[in-house]
């Protein structure tokens, strides 16, 4: 229902745009996330999107790196990711929200999840 795409090896200070296909039952109405996991850590939220586009919100370690926009007419979310370093090495997950909330940084406030695409980021 959610299927990811864009991953690979980057070099640092490169950027990739993964993007996020969606079906229309897990997508409409519902905010849209970026969340990314490495090797040994918890998954970690990236970035989150409303559902009118209007409002996001990023966690401080990709603030005014990474931006997350939405196409609702294609059911796709995206993620820009510019200056990229080693540390972003993960795996991204896009997430669609509890259509209930109004948007979540936290992974239980998400009720789909996508099967990640790897980013690698070389020094």
């Known amino acids: 229902q959610l299927q990811a795409s864009g991953g690979g090896l980057v070099q640092a200070g490169g950027s990739l745009r993964l993007s996020c296909a969606a079906s229309?039952?897990?997508?409409?109405?519902?905010?849209m996330a970026w969340f990314r996991q490495a090797p040994g850590n918890e998954r970690e939220f990236v970035a989150t999107?409303?559902?009118?586009?209007?409002?996001?919100y990023y966690a401080d370690s990709v603030k005014g790196r990474f931006f997350i926009s939405r196409d609702n007419a294609n059911n796709a979310v995206y993620l820009q990711m510019n200056s990229l370093k080693p540390e972003d090495t993960a795996v991204y997950y896009c997430?669609?929200?509890?259509?209930?909330?109004?948007?979540?940084?936290?992974?239980?406030?998400?009720?789909?999840w996508g099967q990640g695409t790897q980013v690698t980021v070389s020094s």
């Open positions: 997430a669609a929200g509890n259509s209930i909330m109004s948007t979540s940084t936290t992974p239980r406030g998400y009720s789909y």
């Open positions: 999107i409303k559902w009118s586009g209007g409002t996001t």
């Open positions: 229309e039952r897990t997508f409409s109405r519902r905010y």
